[in-house]
């Protein structure tokens, strides 16, 4: 067989809609036989939390989300919009057959997709690294390049 | 149509999981073996064409009928 392919992306956003792509570009590529890294930094190391009920979407400032009925921007913020947008999506997505977040990551980890949460910005957050799934690496920007640089594709997401 | 060694219910899931769900299947199966995939995402057809031509599995079929398509895929 040819040499490995490598996929590496940079997962740096924390909501829901955003928490996807890379979890399904992750998985896909591991089933396709890339040796896939995903690095996740700022906002993204969100998505590295054992518990991911935090992960929400928000229909405010985001013009594009398609809506059963027009919401106005000041009655989205009020209190439990966000939650209520995040279950409806939720809800769409299962009766739609999309899997769900918790599902796509454990593919990911057992397709072997090397995880890697950025150091600094544990720091800069003071997250407690118990809080984050297990089998995980902490590194920085060096590590990111040290695969990056051998990698058929880079994703910025 | 092929004969398969064992049978993938992918239906009314959606993007990627009847890939992997493929993927996963097939590992558990022997070099020359067959997997029939029955699946309801029409951009499955694409994409088992594009996980065919990457794998190095074989698509030996696939067709649709009322809504459903049905692949048999052989393990390299």
């Not at chain 1, 939650?83 to 939720?90: F, G």
């Not at chain 2, 594009?50 to 459903?68: C, I, M, R, V």
């Amino acid at each position: 067989m040819a040499e490995e392919k490598k996929l590496a992306i940079i997962a740096t956003k924390g909501t829901l809609d955003w928490a996807y792509p890379p979890f399904i570009l992750a998985s896909t590529a591991a089933a396709l036989g890339y040796d896939t890294q995903i690095f996740f930094t700022f906002y993204g190391l969100n998505l590295l939390k054992k518990d991911l009920n935090d992960v929400k979407v928000s229909p405010l400032g985001n013009p594009a989300m398609p809506m059963p009925m027009p919401i106005p921007n000041l009655v989205q913020v009020l209190p439990g919009m966000e939650s209520m947008a995040t279950s409806m999506m939720k809800k769409k997505m299962k009766a739609k057959g999309v899997a769900s977040l918790e599902d796509l990551r454990d593919l990911c980890v057992e397709a072997e997709v090397s995880m890697i949460a950025c150091q600094m910005t544990v720091d800069l957050f003071d997250y407690d690294t118990k809080d984050f799934v297990d089998g995980i690496d902490y590194g920085g920007a060096a590590s990111f390049f040290e695969f990056a640089g051998e990698s058929d594709i880079s994703l910025f997401i | 149509m092929p004969e398969a060694n064992q049978e993938l219910d992918a239906r009314g899931l959606n993007c990627p999981l009847p890939i992997l769900r493929t993927k996963k299947a097939l590992k558990d199966m022997g070099s020359g073996e067959v997997l029939k995939i029955v699946a309801t995402d029409p951009g499955a057809v694409k994409d088992f064409e594009a996980y065919a031509s990457q794998s190095g599995d074989e698509l030996l079929e696939h067709s649709e009928d009322n809504g459903e398509y049905t692949f048999f895929m052989k393990k390299a």
